[in-house]
Structure formats: C-alpha cells, structure tokens
C-alpha cells in the first residue's frame, strides 16, 4: 500500500461501498465533538513521528486529519 493510499483512503476503514468510517464518525457526532475527535488524532499523530510509521506517513495522516474537520463537518449531528 502506497503512502498516500495509507492516509487519504485506507483500504481497512471503508464500512460499505461509498461509505467510510469517517462518514459514520461525523455523522454520530456534533460539530464541536467532531472537531476535537479531528484535532485529537492529529496531535496523536504528530506526538508519535518516527515512532511507528515513516515519517511521511505520519505527518501525512496528521496533516489529513486538521483537513477532515473542514471537509466533513457537513455530516455532524446539529
């Protein structure tokens, strides 16, 4: 798997066709509970560069996930 597969479309989180986890994690919760599930990951993946996976791919998946609040906040509960 690519590294940009690895950050931007993994494989292992589609739920069902179309459908990804993050489509389902937006939708359970409100926009300030989405925002803080956003910007959590992304310091857990900046807090733990060089520890896991390369580097780019960490920087990668932090850097994905201060876009997602943005990108899907439409889905949030009201």
């Known amino acids: 798997m690519s590294t940009h597969?690895?950050?931007k479309s993994p494989k292992h989180?589609?739920?069902f066709p179309?459908?990804?986890a993050i489509d389902v994690i937006a939708g359970s919760m409100t926009e300030e509970m989405?925002?803080?599930y956003c910007f959590g990951?992304?310091?857990k993946y900046r807090l733990r560069v060089g520890k896991k996976d390369a580097i780019e791919q960490e920087v990668g998946k932090a850097m994905e996930y201060e876009d997602?609040?943005?990108k899907w906040k439409h889905l949030c509960r009201k």
Do not use: P, R, T
Request: net charge negative; charged share 20%.
């Open 41 to 43: 990951n992304a310091l």
């Open 18 to 20: 179309g459908i990804e």
């Open 5 to 7: 597969d690895a950050v």
């Open 13 to 15: 989180y589609l739920v």
């Open 68 to 70: 997602l609040f943005e």
């Open 34 to 36: 989405f925002k803080g």
